[in-house]
């Protein structure tokens, strides 16, 4: 009888099963997705979301903890952010952390992390708006309530990389649907500039996302005052230099800060008939 052939490689190490569907996190090692996601979501273990609330914790620490605990925690919670973004978690996985403390903490993560625990968080705030109920704003609110449209904004200013721009404007504009984040995004002095200079400099992706911002502010929060600052602050020229793409494509501008045309063209109307 042919000695049996061990597969230690394709065994999950929480479920000691083969994996049907393998997934790697940032340690390095690989585990079933499912195993994985029950073992981060139990009531008995929640580490993981725990290492990310921390960020809520962080501040308030600062005066009763060295750096060097600081730094520890800090390095933590990143890692935290890591393997749940690196997971892909499932549609009920993203919902079980539609709560209160995750939120703030993804708020806190977006405002004092570091580059890549600020795209986790932000990516993360994006998947768990997408896999809510169009219908269910309560996760909007709170993020909302917890300071991210804020937060999303100043990193709009700070940031120039592509990628970074593009995932930021798709959360605004998910914060943008209800009106608490429309009158946060009012509320910050550059808001409604800074989401205009995004169109036509950015890409497709972000320019979409830009008019579909100023489309909702335009119809649901246009009051006298806000219609005026657009005026002054030129997110009416953009927005009618935008719809001259549309219809003259072979319209002069500047190679240097414009998109190609066609793109432009498709991209904005696309975004001004689905709002």
């Known amino acids: 009888m042919a000695d049996e052939i061990e597969v230690p490689y394709f065994l999950c190490p929480i479920a000691l099963d083969i994996m049907k569907d393998p997934v790697t996190i940032s340690t390095g090692i690989t585990y079933d997705r499912d195993s994985i996601e029950k073992w981060i979501f139990s009531q008995k273990n929640n580490t993981v979301r725990s290492r990310t609330g921390s960020y809520d914790t962080e501040a308030s620490s600062r005066d009763e903890v060295s750096e060097e605990s600081l730094s520890e925690l800090r390095k933590a919670c990143e890692e935290a952010l890591s393997i749940l973004y690196g997971l892909q978690l499932s549609e009920s996985s993203l919902k079980s952390l539609t709560n209160d403390e ?54 709009l200013l700070e940031s120039s990389d592509k990628r970074a721009c593009e995932m930021t404007l798709k959360v605004l504009d998910l ?101």
């Open 102 to 155: 995750f939120v703030e903490a993804l708020t806190r993560a977006m405002q004092s992390g570091s580059y890549e625990s600020r795209a986790y968080a932000v990516m993360l705030l994006q998947s768990m708006l997408e896999a809510a109920d169009p219908a269910h704003i309560l996760i909007k609110i709170k993020a909302v309530e917890a300071g991210a449209v804020p937060v999303l904004i100043d990193l």
């Open 175 to 275: 914060l943008c649907q209800c009106a608490e984040g429309r009158a946060e995004l009012l509320k910050h002095g550059a808001g409604l500039a800074i989401v205009s200079k995004k169109i036509l400099r950015v890409s497709q992706v972000a320019s979409e996302r830009a008019v579909r911002i100023l489309h909702s502010v335009s119809k649901f929060s246009a009051t006298p005052g806000v219609l005026q600052e657009m005026l002054q602050i030129g997110v009416v020229a953009k927005l009618g230099w935008c719809f001259k793409l549309i219809v003259d494509p072979g319209r002069r501008r500047d190679p240097g800060k414009c998109l190609n045309p066609m793109q432009e063209r498709g991209g904005i109307l696309h975004a001004c008939l689905t709002v």
